[in-house]
């Protein structure tokens, strides 16, 4: 498909950006970036940059604000949403890649967004494809919203990562097989269960997720939210205690995800 990413520019660029937002996250999503706030944002470096199709149709779209940290030039990367007709067809990481051109041109030499840990499907584009640097685990990073479909079960736990602009954006994946799995059981039907986590101080640990959050979040609340307890406390751990986030396997069979960890010497 031909896809053309350029800078939202009028009024009916934003208004497709707002709606994409709403379709996205939800009808009753109370962060809406609105078109006025889109438009200002550009003036001043930040991004705000659509994917089109041929027929001008928003595919997608990436949002975020440049400012300053320890005295040098950043950028936050606030937003990126994709269109579900359009997903899998690496129009997310096109967009940073875009992105990330973009604030190259600008002497902006390094990014800063969040994702959720239990979503597997951003794990490995961020850490398979674009090579982040995970930083640290926030819990409930923007606060929770009982009433809020997004927020609720769930909370909104985030990893913070650093992805180095002038870096080449390759992260090779370690074998699951050299590390032992430190929150998890695989269950005999298939999948992955949450155990106890006991925290071990292994050389190399993995943490695993299941593949599919979104599902479980909506036909089995309570595992889910068990999912979040268990994964929060394993990260939360490890990487207090010296462990780096070294890469993401997806496991088709289990429909799981395991992150690697290494113990920093």
């Given at each position: 498909?031909?896809?053309?990413?350029?800078?939202?520019?009028?009024?009916?660029?934003?208004?497709?950006?707002?709606?994409?937002?709403?379709?996205?996250?939800?009808?009753?999503?109370?962060?809406?970036?609105?078109?006025?706030?889109?438009?200002?944002?550009?003036?001043?470096?930040?991004?705000?940059?659509?994917?089109?199709?041929?027929?001008?149709?928003?595919?997608?779209?990436?949002?975020?604000?440049?400012?300053?940290?320890?005295?040098?030039?950043?950028?936050?990367?606030?937003?990126?949403?994709?269109?579900?007709?359009?997903?899998?067809?690496?129009?997310?990481?096109?967009?940073?890649?875009?992105?990330?051109?973009?604030?190259?041109?600008?002497?902006?030499?390094?990014?800063?967004?969040?994702?959720?840990?239990?979503?597997?499907?951003?794990?490995?584009?961020?850490?398979?494809?674009?090579?982040?640097?995970?930083?640290?685990?926030?819990?409930?990073?923007?606060?929770?919203?009982?009433?809020?479909?997004?927020?609720?079960?769930?909370?909104?736990?985030?990893?913070?990562?650093?992805?180095?602009?002038?870096?080449?954006?390759?992260r090779p994946?370690?074998?699951?097989?050299?590390?032992?799995?430190?929150?998890?059981?695989?269950?005999?039907t298939g999948?992955?269960?949450?155990?106890?986590?006991?925290?071990?101080?292994?050389?190399?640990?993995?943490?695993?997720?299941?593949?599919?959050?979104?599902?479980?979040?909506?036909?089995?609340?309570?595992?889910?939210?068990?999912?979040?307890?268990?994964?929060?406390?394993?990260?939360?751990?490890?990487?207090?205690?010296?462990?780096?986030?070294?890469?993401?396997l997806t496991?088709?069979?289990?429909?799981?995800?395991?992150?690697?960890?290494?113990?920093?010497?």
């Amino acid at each position: 498909m031909e896809i053309t990413f350029r800078a939202l520019c009028d009024g009916e660029d934003y208004r497709a950006c707002e709606a994409l937002q709403r379709a996205t996250w939800g009808s009753d999503f109370q962060e809406v970036v609105p078109g006025a706030v889109l438009k200002i944002v550009q003036k001043v470096g930040g991004v705000a940059t659509g994917a089109f199709t041929a027929d001008a149709v928003m595919a997608g779209f990436v949002f975020g604000i440049t400012g300053w940290k320890e005295g040098k030039p950043c950028h936050w990367s606030h937003m990126l949403a994709v269109d579900s007709q359009f997903r899998d067809q690496g129009i997310g990481q096109r967009l940073k890649q875009h992105q990330r051109d973009d604030l190259r041109r600008r002497g902006v030499d390094v990014m800063f967004w969040t994702y959720d840990p239990l979503v597997a499907r951003n794990a490995h584009m961020n850490l398979c494809r674009l090579g982040v640097t995970v930083s640290e685990y926030v819990p409930d990073m923007y606060g929770v919203d009982d009433d809020n479909s997004l927020d609720s079960v769930l909370g909104t736990d985030r990893f913070i990562v650093e992805w180095d602009l002038t870096a080449q954006p390759v992260r090779p994946d370690q074998p699951v097989t050299e590390a032992r799995l430190a929150n998890a059981t695989v269950n005999p039907t298939g999948g992955l269960l949450p155990s106890n986590v006991d925290l071990p101080s292994w050389p190399r640990v993995s943490i695993g997720i299941p593949g599919d959050i979104h599902t479980l979040k909506a036909t089995a609340p309570d595992l889910a939210a068990a999912w979040r307890a268990n994964t929060r406390k394993a990260f939360l751990h490890y990487l207090a205690t010296g462990y780096e986030v070294t890469g993401f396997l997806t496991d088709d069979v289990n429909q799981a995800g395991f992150y690697q960890l290494r113990q920093v010497d």
